[in-house]
């Protein structure tokens, strides 16, 4: 359970009850799913979409969006609600980007989302394979446009600025959590430290910068509201909320399944706030509808 958090009974019954209605989707479908699963699966590709199971990857691949994972698969911090594997990383394949740039080529990738296990084993972070994927990409697929989003590699400007350089149309970094939350939600991450990362990246003239919080973790809504008003203040032009699922029974439980409603009500709240783009949904994830934030 989270820290300061008391589980109702009406809570705990529509957490234990299963998944609400409104969290079912559909099977994938369409033509242009279909032609690129087939690519998937015959060259061997890999995608945060498929491995992840998310909901919206028939949607995302039919728009001709799709998320790839570099730095590997084992990740050097534990967050509490984090299905990737934690401990000692495998050493860092420098052929990746090239590996990376040919998936997107032959997919037919219109708009490429990439993310990446923290590598705080690494003096760079794993910056310098960012920025040469980055550049890979461009180079095999000039006209496909790029969101990277990206940890925040400790603070450190020097391995930011190398994202920076290569200047994505959209760099984002995720919150995930309110303030009260980060520790125990984001157990190496610092709630002030993200937010200069946010601040750092528009204040180096990048147009477009994004962020995205989970809900159903226990957050309280001024808490929510208080977390925008931050992203807000950092000049962050997007932001997503979607709905947290549980994904073993060892990671963080949900505290509750957040209602359409509430959804709704935070992307209004957001767009008065003077957001650019905001997504808000129990389906939400950071890259839905991620071709539509390049505004």
Known sequence: MSEGVVMTEATEKKVTRGKPR?????????????????LVSS??????????????????????TATFMILGNTCTRSCGFCAVATGKPDSVEWDEPER????????????????????????DGGSIIWAETVKAVRR??????????IPDFKGEWHNVDRIIRVAPEIVSHNMETVRRLTRKVRIQAQYDRSL????????????RTKSGIMLGLGEKEEEVIQTLEDLRKSKVDIVTLGQYLQPTPTHLPVQEFVEPQQFEKYKEIGYNMGFRYVESGPLVRSSYHAEKHLF
């Open 140 to 149: 095999m697929s000039p006209e496909t446009t790029l969101e990277t989003l």
């Open 196 to 207: 200069a990362v946010l601040k750092y990246l528009k204040k180096q003239g990048l147009k």
């Open 43 to 64: 060259y061997d590709l890999h995608t945060i979409c498929q491995s992840g199971n998310c909901p919206n990857m028939g949607e995302c691949w039919g728009a001709g």
């Open 22 to 38: 409104w969290l079912r989707v559909k099977l994938p479908t369409g033509q242009k799913y279909k032609s690129v699963r087939k």
């Open 100 to 123: 990376v740039a040919r998936s997107v080529k032959l997919m037919d990738v219109k708009h490429c989302v990439i993310t990446s296990v923290d590598r705080d084993d690494l003096k």
